[in-house]
């Protein structure tokens, strides 16, 4: 059961964190080059939802890496267990 829960965080959930990242700071950046009359009314710029989302995105991926690390020792102590 560990092992199918450290295979899921890294092979599957991480990537597609960063891929949800990846795909709407692209779609920001899009909007922003079709659209940018809507992007010089606020006083921020236009990347600065990229930028939180940037952090927002960090904070998953470090929360991400330490389950699959507890994971991983969990996993490590177990197979001392075994006869």
Not at 22 to 47: C, F, K, M, Q
């Amino acid at each position: 059961m560990i092992r199918k829960v450290k295979f899921f965080l890294a092979h599957i959930l991480m990537p597609c964190t960063v891929g949800v990242f990846i795909g709407s700071a692209v779609e920001r950046w899009l909007d922003y080059r079709n659209h940018p009359g809507l992007y010089e009314i606020s006083s921020a710029p236009w990347y600065t939802q990229i930028l939180f989302n940037g952090l927002i995105t960090l904070g998953i991926l470090l929360l991400e890496q330490i389950l699959f690390l507890l994971f991983r020792r969990w996993d490590s102590h177990s197979d001392r267990d075994k006869p």
